[in-house]
T-cell receptor, first 113, second 112 residues
C-alpha cells in the first residue's frame, strides 16, 4: 500500500506570507494527525481528525494555523501569516483505528525567513 | 502531565557493539509506550510498542525494549549495531485519546 504522502517536502517563505501543507493519508485510514517538530524540541501533537471532523485540536498553537480535511480524505494545514517561530518539520500521520500504530509521512520542512 | 525524557542527545557506538538508548516516562496510569526511528530524509517508522503483557518487547530490525515500571523506563536495546542503524530515535507515550507525547530524540552515530 502507498504510504502517507506529504507535499511539499520543503518550503521556504518570508515572514508574513501564507503556506499550505498537504497530507495524503493511507487509503482507508480515517484517523489523520498533524505533528510538528521545532528545531531542538520534541515532536509535538497539533491535531487529530477522524474522517472530516476534528477530534482533538488542543495542540494547535494559535489561530494562525488552520487545518482542514474536506471529504475525509487528504488534509491541509495552512499557516497565515507565517512567523519565524513556525519554522520546523511538520509531520502527518494516519491510522485505521485510534489505537492502531501511526504511519508517518516524511514530513514538510518549513523555513520562515 | 505526561512527559518523556531521553537523556542522551547524541550517542556514538562502534559498528558491531551493543546499544542501549534510554527513555524515562512520566504517566499516571499504565503507559502505552513506543519507539520510533527516523532515518535521514524519511518519516518516523515504528520499531516496537508496549501495551501490556511481557515486559520485554521485540521489534523490527533486531531491536528490543524492556518496560520497567519501578524505574519508569522503556530502554531500547540492540546486541550488535549496524552502520544502517545510524538515525534518530524517539521514545513516545500514548497520552489522551490517541495522541503521542514524544521525547526529544537521541541521535545515534555509528563509527566504523
Amino acid at each position: 500500500e502507498a504510504g502517507v504522502t506529504q507535499f511539499p517536502s520543503h518550503s521556504v517563505i518570508e515572514k508574513g506570507q501564507t503556506v499550505t501543507l498537504r497530507c495524503d493519508p493511507i487509503s482507508g485510514h480515517d484517523n489523520l494527525y498533524w505533528y510538528r517538530r521545532v528545531m531542538g524540541k520534541e515532536i509535538k501533537f497539533l491535531l487529530h481528525f477522524v474522517k472530516e471532523s476534528k477530534q482533538d485540536e488542543s495542540g494547535m498553537p494559535n489561530n494562525r494555523f488552520l487545518a482542514e480535511r474536506t471529504g475525509g480524505t487528504y488534509s491541509t494545514l495552512k499557516v497565515q501569516p507565517a512567523e519565524l517561530e513556525d519554522s520546523g518539520v511538520y509531520f502527518c500521520a494516519s491510522s485505521r483505528l485510534p489505537d492502531s500504530p501511526l504511519h508517518f509521512g516524511n514530513g514538510t520542512r518549513l523555513t520562515v525567513t | 502531565a505526561q512527559s518523556v525524557t531521553q537523556p542522551d542527545i547524541h550517542i556514538t557506538v562502534s559498528e558491531g557493539a551493543s546499544l542501549e538508548l534510554r527513555c524515562n516516562y512520566s504517566y499516571g496510569a499504565t503507559p502505552y509506550l513506543f519507539w520510533y526511528v527516523q532515518s535521514p530524509g524519511q518519516g518516523l517508522q515504528l520499531l516496537l510498542k508496549y501495551f501490556s503483557g511481557d515486559t520485554l518487547v521485540q521489534g523490527i530490525k533486531g531491536f528490543e525494549a524492556e518496560f520497567k515500571r519501578s524505574q519508569s523506563s522503556f530502554n531500547l536495546r540492540k546486541p550488535s549495531v549496524h552502520w544502517s542503524d545510524a538515525a534518530e530515535y524517539f521514545c513516545a507515550v500514548l497520552s489522551g485519546y490517541s495522541t503521542l507525547t514524544f521525547g526529544k530524540g537521541t541521535m545515534l552515530l555509528v563509527s566504523p
